[in-house]
């Protein structure tokens, strides 16, 4: 593996995220929506989370700034970060299949709104979050900057510690009991052990 070819992993991850996200995207601004929670708080940490995933490293690919923060290129890490796309790729994409018409890019409800216990969802309550943090963990392993590498983690880490309560908090409010029953028996990120 080269740095080159680590480069053109991250950005095929960009543009598959892109692909996997549109029709969803398209599909959910039909649906009406009976319950909007978006904040300036929850626009912001999603654009800095967009910003840190795409334009951050993208400018450093194609600029190769900020130098001074490189650090040497090794093709273990583009290997492993190559292992993580494709993880975070395949879980992206069975997340949104899964939440089908209950899907959106923000807080919330649509109409016929159910909650989604089966499939990935049956272990995680939030599986696209658990596929972000291995897009950055991705981005972290094969883009070798400090600045650009790292800006994933950091955007993934506003998003998830602003976001994951208040998206918590209204689900609880629509479906009550049943989700306090299916958040005692799921882990938020990663599946519980016991």
Same mark, same amino acid.
Do not use: M, N, Q
């Given at each position: 593996m080269t740095e080159t070819v680590a480069f053109a992993v991250w950005a095929a991850g960009l543009v598959a995220w892109f692909a996997i996200r549109w029709p969803y995207q398209? /599909? *959910?601004r039909k649906i009406t929506? %009976?319950? #909007? #929670? /978006?904040s300036l708080g929850d626009r912001t940490v999603l *654009? %800095? *989370?967009s910003f840190s995933l795409s334009i951050i490293p993208l400018a450093y690919v194609v600029t190769g700034i900020p130098a001074w923060a490189d650090y040497p290129? /090794?093709?273990w890490m583009a290997w492993a970060g190559t292992i993580a796309m494709l993880c975070f790729l395949l879980l992206f994409h069975a997340s949104h299949r899964q939440l089908g018409k209950n899907w959106s %890019?923000? +807080?919330?409800i649509r #109409?016929?709104?159910r909650l989604v216990t089966d =499939? +990935?969802? /049956?272990y995680v309550r939030h599986p696209m979050y658990s596929s972000f943090w291995l897009w950055a963990i991705a981005q972290a392993l094969l883009i070798p900057n400090f600045v650009a590498g790292l800006a =994933? +983690?950091?955007g993934v880490g506003l998003l998830y510690f602003y976001r994951v309560g208040h998206e918590e908090a209204m689900m609880r409010e629509t479906f009550g009991e049943a989700y306090d029953a299916y958040a005692a028996r799921t882990g938020r990120v990663i599946p519980r052990i016991l």
């Open positions: 398209r /599909r *959910a929506v %009976v319950r #909007d #929670d /978006r *654009a %800095v *989370a290129f /090794r093709p %890019v923000t +807080l919330e #109409d016929s709104h =499939g +990935l969802y /049956r =994933g +983690l950091v």
